[in-house]
């Protein structure tokens, strides 16, 4: 679900990448977007690597470089050391940034009153002992809970 070959061919066609648009069995088996996503290659690069694995965290790099050939052979290229949300990144998340993603991304699949316990016990997550680690876990709604047989996306 992470493929980042797929993920750049939708971002490409769509100008935009949806956290559950973006995956449907419809949007993937688009012929345009199975072309795109086909003709795009990734390749290490050490220096990339290198920085990836940084000792200071802060120097660690988790974005990439990529180069995009066109028909004519021009090369377009652009690169970014971190995503912008990182914490080291031009406009790193904020907490808010942090519980929103949360909310929008259990909404419909927890509970509200379990959503607020489990961010309420986050808030407190310095004062869990061993023993209550348990409250991380979060308990979801029973319907969620039936077997998934169908395949998916890929």
Avoid: C
Avoid at 54 to 62: A, D, G
Avoid at 64 to 70: E, G, N, P, R, S
Avoid at 107 to 120: A, P, T
């Amino acid at each position: 679900d992470h493929s980042i070959m797929y993920i750049f061919a939708v971002a490409l066609e769509d100008a935009n990448l949806h956290h559950i648009k973006s995956y449907t069995k419809s949007r993937s088996k688009r012929k345009s977007t199975t072309k795109i996503w086909h003709s795009i290659k990734t390749h290490e690069d050490k220096n990339w690597t290198k920085k990836y694995h940084h000792q200071n965290p802060k120097k660690r790099s988790f974005g990439a470089k990529v180069i995009v050939t066109l028909k004519n052979g021009k090369k377009i290229k652009e690169e970014l050391d971190k995503a912008d949300a990182h914490p080291y990144g031009a406009r790193p998340f904020k907490r808010i940034s942090y519980i929103n993603k949360f909310l929008i991304l259990t909404k419909n699949i927890i509970s509200k009153k379990e959503s607020d316990r489990f961010l309420n016990d986050v808030q407190k997550i310095k004062k869990l002992k061993p023993g209550q680690l348990y409250k991380l876990n979060i308990k979801i709604k029973k319907s969620y809970l039936k077997r998934n047989n169908k395949k998916g996306i890929f």
